[in-house]
């Protein structure tokens, strides 16, 4: 499935894969439709002493016969309902309600990895141990299929006495599925229910079971245990284990086939909040609206306010500029890196040239000669035959041969099978510009191999030019060590940040292609309803990947340190993490094959051996996101809808998004109209930051590495003297730049050393 088709505001699984998603959109059969009713409960009227018959009276007044599907506690003071818009309109001119807002459908969107993040070091397994088996990871996703081996549960104590969850039982899911590693698991389909009708036990589990693969995927590369001799058809061997092995889950199942609800999603946040997790990973992405709005910001606000570190994915809609979900400053936004593993196949030209592309292929061709090959575009009837769209193909010009189909529009792997259905015996996926040299392998149904866009517009050209084109494809073994990685993927959805733009994201980036996790018994391994084959593991990718393996290294650093919060975890991943390869050369960007940004990576590669010793936090409280939200400039009751607090910003202070206290800078310039050639007094910005000493005492002191001669950068003071632990300093950073062509960007780096730990913050400059 492509991200960039889906223009609809919706979440979506962040997976840059799956087809089970586009099943045809069922008609709702109800006039009715969901929405979220957020209640003044600090101005409740005094005649009710109990704040549910307040909301059912409200309710009861503008509908006899609505029902509430759920009440919310932690995520919000109010309850989601049915309403005829009608009706949501009256609701909202009721005194005591504080908005209305339409439900949102959201759709959706290791053997290799521990050792490519250093985790195997036996130094590193010995520090991070500590306190580990006391974490619980809750997963927001498609459920889990509790057989999987990674939940094997030999070796982990007693479930920690801080859980307060449950094992839900339904369809196919009993109290034994749940033991000491998947200690808890819920489902959420009240709000699905009542927009889609009752759930169909046929072809879904209602329980927390999850039927789709994805689910089981990000929670095992959480937190799963260590599993050897793990693969998928024989690729990628080796012990699979998730982030933190001692780590608990706790899985929460909100999407369903038809797509993950607001309402449900709310109440499972709100669940996950009383059940005691300690980091909540959601990949899952929304839109992109104010956060007041926003269903993951409201919910992840209440989270991290009960100190819950939450992780959500950066979405797949790179390599495009801005176009981010997950933005918000509490929440640790990841994108998406390759690893050091290929999956080689090798496609042969008939003029004797050969290509490396990726495949997850285990077969071979039916014949070891050429076979024919033609482009996808010359033998459809639709103007965009080219992408293998369903019966596009007309099959008389594709049976018996190769086909090249181009990505984009429909899932990799349908492809495939549109050309397997037009009687086509092979197929290239060929890339375009948009992703440039990015190769994810699939396990497709038939031969096929990927190419990167160099090599593809060559196999066209040798297609478009040859009388009787011809080709072979043929797959390799798991290859390791391949260099250079990481790469920020092309999917990886980039910033700026379009809600605030002066707060960089994504935050940092993590292993998110081709990446082995655990998989469900329910579909094979390309999740289409046709594949029969039964996997344990499978390799998919997407930022639904990299944002589970920064989950489970938050818990692997909470192990460590019980008592950082979640914004100090966060500052840890941060500071640590890495930008350049060994040989100093920046980190590269596949789509461009240019060195990446700070706007593709965040502060960098999560590195999370070094994070478990930071030297120095940016800490961050509750409080100083209420101070966000004055400067927003946002209202009383926009501060309510998030933050459930009776708030009134100070009119004296001067709040600034640019003192919040974050681990990174993005510093937008305001190029003045008229102004051409930027000929006109510099600007001056200044930034506030304090830092909190997590280790020995010690003298830090800044250095500044830029490459903008046209941004003056100044750091006061520039040496810090920690005395204690826990103890904080300040620091200001004054940017002073002449005005240059809106639209130029350009980077530095900020680094606070006591010699032996470096602090680091990327700050990104954009002239508008
Ligand atoms: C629970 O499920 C397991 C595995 O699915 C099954 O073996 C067991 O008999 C079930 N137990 C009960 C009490 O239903
Ligand atoms: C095949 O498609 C390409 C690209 O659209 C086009 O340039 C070429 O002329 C087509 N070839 C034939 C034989 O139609
Ligand atoms: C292509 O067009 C022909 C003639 O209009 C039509 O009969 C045929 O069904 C089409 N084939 C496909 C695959 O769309
Ligand atoms: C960060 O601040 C919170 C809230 O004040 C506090 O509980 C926590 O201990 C601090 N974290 C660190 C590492 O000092």
């Given at each position: 499935m492509n991200m960039l088709t889906l223009k609809y505001l919706q979440l979506v699984l962040l997976l840059v894969f799956s087809s089970r998603y586009t099943i045809a959109e069922k008609k709702t059969q109800y006039s009715k439709s969901t929405f979220i009713i957020h209640m003044d409960k600090f101005n409740m009227p005094t005649s009710f002493n109990n704040h549910l018959h307040w909301y059912d009276s409200s309710l009861k007044s503008v509908s006899d016969s609505a029902e509430m599907i759920y009440t919310y506690k932690h995520v919000a003071h109010g309850f989601s309902t049915r309403l005829t818009t009608q009706e949501a309109d009256l609701l909202a001119k009721q005194p005591g309600i504080l908005s209305v807002m339409p439900e949102v459908r959201y759709e959706l969107h290791t053997t290799r990895t521990p050792e490519f993040l250093g985790l195997n070091r036996a130094s590193t397994v010995l520090i991070a141990s500590g306190k580990q088996s006391e974490v619980i990871v809750g997963v927001l996703d498609t459920g889990v299929w509790p057989e999987l081996k990674s939940f094997d549960d030999t070796g982990l104590g007693p479930v920690p006495s801080s859980w307060k969850g449950q094992c839900e039982t339904g369809t196919n899911?009993?109290?034994?599925?749940?033991?000491?590693?998947?200690?808890?698991?819920?489902?959420?389909?009240?709000?699905?229910?009542?927009?889609?009708?009752?759930?169909?036990?046929?072809?879904?589990?209602?329980?927390?079971?999850?039927?789709?693969?994805?689910?089981?995927?990000?929670?095992?590369?959480?937190?799963?245990?260590?599993?050897?001799?793990?693969?998928?058809?024989?690729?990628?061997?080796?012990?699979?284990?998730?982030?933190?092995?001692?780590?608990?889950?706790?899985?929460?199942?909100?999407?369903?086939?038809?797509?993950?609800?607001?309402?449900?999603?709310?109440?499972?946040?709100?669940?996950?909040?009383?059940?005691?997790?300690?980091?909540?990973?959601?990949?899952?992405?929304?839109g992109t609206v104010d956060y007041y709005k926003d269903f993951v910001a409201i919910g992840t606000f209440a989270a991290t306010a009960h100190g819950i570190l939450v992780s959500n994915s950066a979405?797949?809609?790179?390599?495009?500029?801005?176009?981010?979900?997950?933005?918000?400053?509490?929440?640790?936004?990841?994108?998406?890196?390759?690893?050091?593993?290929?999956?080689?196949?090798?496609?042969?030209?008939?003029?004797?040239?050969?290509?490396?592309?990726?495949?997850?292929?285990?077969?071979?061709?039916?014949?070891?000669?050429?076979?024919?090959?033609?482009?996808?575009?010359?033998?459809?009837?639709?103007?965009?035959?080219?992408?293998?769209?369903?019966?596009?193909?007309?099959?008389?010009?594709?049976?018996?041969?190769?086909?090249?189909c181009d990505r984009g529009g429909t899932a990799r792997v349908a492809k495939g099978l549109v050309v397997k259905k037009a009687g086509g015996i092979g197929m290239i996926l060929s890339n375009n510009e948009q992703y440039g040299e990015e190769l994810v392998a699939d396990?497709?149904?038939?031969?096929?191999?990927?190419?990167?866009?160099?090599?593809?517009?060559?196999?066209?050209?040798?297609?478009?030019?040859?009388?009787?084109?011809?080709?072979?494809?043929?797959?390799?073994?798991?290859?390791?060590?391949?260099?250079?990685?990481?790469?920020?993927?092309?999917?990886?959805?980039?910033?700026?940040?379009?809600?605030?733009?002066?707060?960089?994201?994504?935050?940092?980036?993590?292993?998110?292609?081709?990446?082995?996790?655990?998989?469900?018994?329910?579909?094979?391994?390309?999740?289409?309803?046709?594949?029969?084959?039964?996997?344990?593991?499978?390799?998919?990718?997407?930022?639904?990947?990299?944002?589970?393996?920064?989950?489970?290294?938050?818990?692997?650093?909470?192990?460590?340190?019980?008592?950082?919060?979640?914004?100090?975890?966060?500052?840890?991943?941060?500071?640590?993490?890495?930008?350049?390869?060994?040989?100093?050369?920046?980190?590269?960007?596949?789509?461009?094959?240019?060195?990446?940004?700070?706007?593709?990576?965040?502060?960098?590669?999560?590195?999370p051996v070094a994070a478990l010793d930071p030297g120095l936090v940016y800490n961050a409280t509750a409080d100083d996101y209420l101070n966000f939200f004055c400067a927003l400039k946002y209202t009383q009751i926009q501060i309510k809808l998030i933050a459930r607090r009776d708030f009134t910003c100070d009119k004296r202070k001067n709040y600034r998004v640019e003192d919040l206290n974050y681990p990174s800078f993005a510093v937008p310039f305001e190029t003045a109209s008229g102004v051409k050639g930027g000929s006109h007094a510099p600007i001056t910005v200044k930034y506030q930051r304090t830092l909190r000493n997590v280790g020995n005492p010690g003298v830090y002191k800044v250095t500044v590495s830029s490459q903008s001669p046209s941004v003056k950068i100044v750091v006061e003071p520039q040496t810090l003297i920690f005395k204690g632990l826990y103890q904080d300093l300040g620091y200001t950073v004054t940017f002073t730049s002449t005005s240059k062509p809106s639209g130029t960007t350009s980077f530095a780096y900020l680094e606070w050393s006591d010699g032996k730990h470096k602090v680091t913050s990327p700050i990104a400059f954009s002239w508008t």
């Open positions: 899911f009993n109290l034994s599925n749940c033991n000491r590693k998947l200690i808890g698991a819920r489902y959420f389909a009240k709000g699905y229910e009542s927009a889609y009708g009752p759930i169909d036990e046929t072809l879904e589990s209602k329980s927390p079971r999850d039927d789709d693969g994805h689910g089981s995927h990000t929670s095992t590369t959480a937190a799963g245990s260590a599993i050897s001799g793990a693969n998928l058809f024989g690729f990628a061997s080796g012990t699979a284990r998730g982030m933190a092995t001692q780590a608990r889950v706790a899985a929460y199942k909100v999407c369903w086939l038809g797509g993950c609800f607001t309402s449900d999603i709310a109440a499972a946040i709100d669940q996950a909040i009383e059940d005691g997790v300690n980091i909540l990973s959601m990949s899952i992405g929304g979405g797949n809609s790179g390599p495009s500029q801005g176009t981010l979900s997950n933005v918000a400053p509490w929440i640790t936004t990841v994108g998406a890196g390759t690893i050091d593993r290929d999956f080689p196949a090798y496609v042969t030209l008939g003029n004797g040239k050969q290509y490396l592309g990726a495949s997850l292929y285990n077969g071979k061709l039916p014949s070891d000669s050429p076979l024919p090959l033609v482009y996808a575009g010359n033998v459809s009837n639709d103007s965009s035959g080219n992408l293998c769209a369903e019966g596009s193909l007309i099959p008389r010009k594709v049976s018996g041969k190769i086909v090249i396990s497709f149904l038939l031969p096929a191999a990927a190419l990167g866009e160099k090599s593809s517009n060559e196999v066209k050209k040798y297609v478009f030019s040859s009388p009787n084109p011809t080709a072979k494809i043929a797959f390799g073994k798991t290859q390791l060590g391949v260099q250079p990685s990481p790469l920020v993927a092309a999917f990886s959805s980039r910033g700026p940040n379009a809600i605030t733009p002066k707060i960089l994201k994504p935050d940092l980036i993590a292993p998110g292609v081709n990446i082995l996790a655990g998989w469900t018994g329910a579909v094979g391994p390309s999740g289409l309803d046709i594949d029969t084959r039964h996997v344990s593991f499978n390799i998919i990718s997407g930022t639904s990947m990299s944002c589970p393996h920064v989950s489970g290294l938050a818990a692997f650093i909470k192990g460590a340190h019980p008592d950082w919060s979640p914004a100090a975890i966060r500052s840890a991943l941060m500071t640590t993490a890495y930008r350049t390869y060994k040989n100093g050369q920046t980190i590269e960007d596949i789509a461009t094959g240019l060195p990446a940004t700070p706007f593709d990576y965040g502060a960098g590669h999560v590195d």
